[in-house]
């Protein structure tokens, strides 16, 4: 999966964005600003998460956990980030 696909797919569900900041990439609450991940974009299979307290950011990972594991499990070469 590249990273443009990764992003659509997560900003089609309203109320999260990914934004990609140096060698990473955060997924956050629109509203609150909250990160509840941090994506390794150089290292395979890197990935951190945040405690998630608010009940809409558990079921956002929920529904969206198998779309993230797929981006960390690609390879570095396929997911084609584009450069700052």
């Known amino acids: 999966m ?18 990609r900041e140096g060698d990473f990439c955060t997924i956050r609450n629109n509203e ?4 509840l991940t941090l994506i390794n974009l150089t290292k395979r299979h890197a990935l951190d998460l945040f405690l998630v307290t608010d009940e809409s950011d ?20 396929e ?5 700052l």
Do not use: A, D
């Open 2 to 19: 590249t990273y443009e696909e990764f992003k659509e797919i997560i900003e089609n569900k309203q109320g999260h964005s990914v934004m």
């Open 32 to 35: 609150t600003n909250t990160p």
């Open 58 to 77: 558990i079921r956002f990972m929920v529904y969206n956990w198998y779309t993230i594991c797929e981006f960390v499990e690609t390879p570095i070469e």
């Open 79 to 83: 997911r084609k980030v584009p450069t």
